[in-house]
């Protein structure tokens, strides 16, 4: 089944109006820097100091934070992490997730969310940031 891949403002139409969430996979310290309002955030990976590495618990933390019929928006920095993202939730048999493509910043064909001047945060939402979401792995 393929992914279905929206632009940053389909994405913040289908937040605001059609009850999806928006999940963004980015990195505790990116996400930190700017962010779509509201998301939470649930890094596919994490900067350590060799670079990027897979974060163990990003399917026990989704698994226990949202249900496999949740409506999801998923978003990166440029849309491949998030694109990654979605195919392993629809593996793990979630029904309605999306792939934000272009994420924060944008790509070369296309301008992100904080270039598109969609609404943006610096802070989590109370229980949104990954440091509260982690503390449930549903264990």
């Known amino acids: ?13 289908l937040v605001e109006k ?3 969430t928006y999940v963004d996979v980015r990195s505790v310290p990116e996400f930190e820097r700017g962010h779509p ?8 990976a994490h900067m350590g100091p060799a670079g990027m590495a897979p974060n163990p ?7 226990a934070h949202f249900p496999r019929d949740a409506k999801l928006v998923l978003g990166c920095l440029s849309g491949g992490r998030s694109l990654q993202a979605a195919g392993l939730l629809q593996s793990l048999g979630y029904s309605d997730v999306l792939d934000q493509r ?6 070369p064909t296309e301008a992100g969310w904080a270039a598109q001047g969609l609404p943006a945060a610096t802070e989590a939402r109370p229980g ?9 792995k549903g264990e």
Do not use: C, H
């Open 1 to 13: 089944m393929s992914i279905r891949r929206v632009s940053p403002t389909e994405a913040q139409q």
């Open 18 to 20: 059609e009850g999806y």
């Open 37 to 44: 309002e509201g998301a939470y955030n649930v890094p596919l």
């Open 57 to 63: 618990d990003f399917t026990a933390v989704m698994e």
């Open 102 to 107: 272009a994420g924060w910043g944008g790509n």
């Open 128 to 136: 949104r940031d990954w440091s509260t979401m982690a503390k449930d």
